[in-house]
């Protein structure tokens, strides 16, 4: 896999290792890998930095990789899960094409003052870092078996008739190698996935995977997805007032912004903005009202009754409600909570 796919504004676009640039260093700064954004048409519009402070990667924990290649496609994963502000790329890569940083340091988090750097800070070492940035914290076996399923589906995407080198896929999940097989064997068993597995070793080893047509129908139907397999926090880009609650599984705790939320609902709410229909007035009104009652705790029923609404007055956007990545959360627990199932 030597691209991901990332959606930022409602709009795809592709991020690829740039292997045409010599990386460089600055001061204390060591810059490591340089990555291109890319619409759905292959245009590049953006340049975007890995670097580490010097200090940072000499205490590092865990940062271990066999070469080059390993740590490039180790960055790459974690770049879909980073605050990509596309104004913020666009903007550094007209000026001369210069790229938007982020930068691994020991203490600072969050954009700086030019918005030119996003410093993420080490804790815990390299991994624990990693799982932060992905699953907000160690993940529950949820967490990571959502994780494989979204991975594969990726890259089944991209390349339908290859299995995905088992190789590549731990890049994307930071967790130890018993959780990964732990969850590899679940999906296997439950016939979301198939791989090939090696017969020559004590243990048996997997070497590809491939999701099958029914995790691909599990993770198309977003709402049954978040149910099934809840993703307990989104890499926290701003801070704020926090909204806590429980998934199912090992009831391990929801922590998402309310500034997140809000950020969510204005993407839905300038989508509405753009389109000419009779009841926008009346649509809006309903988002707004979603948007109170899922910052506030134990409202299931009126979140199901503002959707049900929704759905009658316009069904897309009822849609593009219970699929977006950090509202979908919150829905799916509403009707987790009114269902029994937590």
């Given at each position: 896999?030597?691209k991901?796919?990332?959606?930022?504004?409602?709009?795809?676009?592709?991020?690829?290792?740039?292997?045409?640039?010599?990386?460089?260093?600055?001061?204390?700064?060591?810059?490591?890998?340089?990555?291109?954004?890319?619409?759905?048409?292959?245009?590049?519009?953006?340049c975007?930095?890995v670097?580490?402070t010097?200090?940072?990667?000499?205490?590092?924990?865990?940062?271990?990789?066999?070469?080059?290649?390993?740590?490039?496609?180790?960055?790459?994963?974690?770049?879909?899960?980073?605050?990509?502000d596309?104004e913020?790329?666009?903007?550094?890569?007209a000026?001369?094409?210069?790229?938007?940083?982020?930068?691994?340091?020991?203490?600072?988090?969050?954009?700086?003052?030019?918005n030119?750097?996003?410093?993420?800070?080490?804790?815990?070492?390299?991994?624990?870092t990693?799982?932060?940035?992905?699953?907000?914290?160690?993940?529950?076996?949820?967490?990571?078996?959502?994780?494989?399923?979204?991975t594969?589906?990726?890259?089944?995407t991209?390349?339908?008739?290859?299995?995905?080198?088992?190789?590549?896929?731990?890049?994307?999940?930071?967790?130890?190698?018993?959780?990964?097989?732990?969850?590899?064997?679940?999906?296997?068993?439950?016939?979301?996935?198939d791989?090939?597995?090696?017969?020559?070793?004590?243990?048996?080893?997997?070497?590809?995977?491939?999701?099958?047509?029914?995790?691909?129908?599990?993770?198309?139907?977003?709402?049954?997805?978040?149910?099934?397999?809840?993703?307990?926090?989104?890499?926290?880009?701003?801070?704020?007032?926090?909204?806590?609650?429980?998934?199912?599984?090992?009831?391990?705790?929801?922590?998402?912004?309310?500034?997140n939320?809000?950020i969510?609902?204005?993407?839905?709410?300038?989508?509405?903005?753009?389109?000419?229909?009779?009841?926008?007035?009346?649509?809006?009104?309903?988002?707004?009202?979603?948007?109170?009652?899922?910052?506030?705790?134990?409202?299931?029923?009126?979140?199901?009754?503002?959707?049900?609404?929704?759905?009658?007055?316009?069904?897309?956007?009822?849609?593009?409600?219970?699929?977006?990545?950090?509202?979908?959360?919150?829905?799916?627990q509403?009707?987790?909570k009114?269902?029994?199932?937590?």
């Amino acid at each position: 896999m030597d691209k991901v796919r990332i959606k930022i504004e409602n709009n795809t676009y592709y991020i690829k290792p740039d292997t045409e640039n010599p990386v460089q260093q600055s001061g204390d700064r060591t810059a490591l890998f340089i990555y291109l954004l890319y619409t759905d048409n292959d245009d590049v519009i953006g340049c975007i930095s890995v670097c580490w402070t010097r200090t940072a990667r000499a205490v590092a924990i865990g940062l271990s990789f066999n070469n080059k290649s390993e740590e490039e496609l180790a960055y790459l994963a974690l770049l879909q899960h980073l605050p990509l502000d596309l104004e913020k790329i666009k903007n550094r890569f007209a000026d001369n094409h210069h790229c938007f940083m982020f930068m691994f340091n020991t203490s600072n988090e969050g954009f700086s003052p030019d918005n030119k750097i996003y410093s993420i800070a080490v804790k815990g070492g390299f991994e624990k870092t990693a799982q932060r940035i992905i699953f907000g914290a160690e993940p529950s076996d949820d967490q990571i078996r959502r994780k494989i399923l979204t991975t594969l589906h990726d890259y089944w995407t991209e390349d339908p008739q290859t299995y995905m080198p088992l190789d590549k896929i731990k890049f994307f999940l930071p967790v130890s190698a018993k959780a990964l097989y732990r969850n590899l064997y679940f999906l296997l068993d439950d016939k979301l996935i198939d791989a090939v597995i090696s017969t020559h070793s004590d243990p048996q080893q997997i070497v590809t995977v491939k999701i099958l047509n029914k995790g691909i129908k599990h993770i198309e139907d977003q709402s049954e997805f978040s149910v099934k397999f809840p993703s307990e926090l989104i890499y926290q880009k701003f801070t704020g007032d926090q909204i806590n609650a429980t998934t199912s599984g090992d009831n391990s705790p929801v922590i998402i912004n309310s500034q997140n939320i809000n950020i969510a609902f204005s993407e839905i709410e300038a989508e509405i903005q753009k389109k000419d229909f009779s009841n926008k007035k009346e649509v809006l009104k309903l988002v707004d009202s979603l948007k109170t009652e899922v910052k506030k705790e134990n409202n299931y029923q009126k979140i199901k009754s503002i959707l049900e609404e929704l759905k009658t007055e316009a069904k897309w956007v009822n849609e593009k409600i219970v699929k977006h990545p950090i509202i979908a959360q919150i829905v799916a627990q509403s009707f987790a909570k009114i269902l029994g199932i937590i």
